[in-house]
């Protein structure tokens, strides 16, 4: 089984507003991800957690805020973000660093 | 850091023909080499990866070589079917951290 669940799938929130994307994966991957992917483009790493700690963040802004509560669950806290914002964000999970990595179906955000 | 090249960006081929994606990498440290398929809407979804240890893997009608001295590597799909339209991303992993996507090829089949 190699499920990465995302909730929610669709996603609408205005500038001022503040709202999680949640990940969670049950086959005891011990790395987790979350990549931004624009229309046309190929997903875009984010941040990785190995071991429940955030082992890259790639330079993202402060307004995206990554937790990771267990070895089973990923969240990305957002806030004040902006139209440019929009993007589908799709968490992945691995083994571990450098295995196989799988995708969740991914949260469609739309920032208004 | 890596790059990867990936092309060509668009491929059109008649259903039952041969598909070849190909892509470059600078990073010579990169050893793992995953080939995604997405369609519209969807997740990628890997169909088929490579280690830098083989030079060569296969999975039906699904083919990946790589030449590690050239620093290229290849996705080759056989009697291709309307249910391989999709947009295809090679990757390539430095340092066993992350992966460093190509550009995407998107593949029409053509009945």
């Known amino acids: 089984d190699t499920e990465v669940t995302q909730t929610p799938k669709h996603l609408v929130m205005g500038m001022t507003n503040k709202k999680s994307l949640k990940c969670e994966q049950h086959?005891?991957?011990?790395?987790m991800y979350w990549y931004k992917q624009k229309a046309k483009k190929p997903p875009e790493l984010m941040f990785v957690?190995?071991?429940?700690?955030?082992?890259i963040n790639e330079s993202v802004p402060s307004r995206f805020s990554p937790e990771c509560p267990n070895s089973s669950l990923l969240n990305l806290h957002l806030h004040a973000l902006q139209p440019e914002d929009s993007a589908l964000y799709l968490c992945?999970?691995?083994?571990?660093?450098?295995?196989?990595?799988?995708f969740g179906e991914g949260s469609w955000l739309t920032v208004v | 850091g890596e790059n990867v090249e990936q092309h060509p960006s668009t491929l059109s081929v008649q259903e039952g023909d041969s598909a070849v994606i190909k892509c470059t990498y600078s990073?010579?440290?990169?050893?793992?080499f995953p080939w995604y398929k997405q369609e519209l809407g969807k997740r990628p979804q890997l169909i088929i990866d490579?280690?830098?240890?083989?030079g060569e893997k296969k999975d039906q009608r699904i083919a990946v070589t790589l030449n590690k001295t050239a620093k290229h590597f290849s996705l080759h799909i056989t009697e291709t079917q309307p249910e391989d339209s999709a947009v295809y991303f090679c990757?390539?992993?430095?340092?066993?951290?992350?992966?460093?996507f190509g550009q995407g090829t998107r593949l029409t089949i053509n009945p």
């Open positions: 992945a999970s691995s083994q571990g660093l450098g295995n196989t990595i799988y």
């Open positions: 086959m005891g991957h011990r790395a």
């Open positions: 957690y190995s071991y429940e700690k955030l082992s």
């Open positions: 990073d010579s440290a990169s050893n793992y």
């Open positions: 490579i280690r830098s240890n083989v």
């Open positions: 990757a390539a992993t430095p340092g066993a951290q992350k992966l460093v």
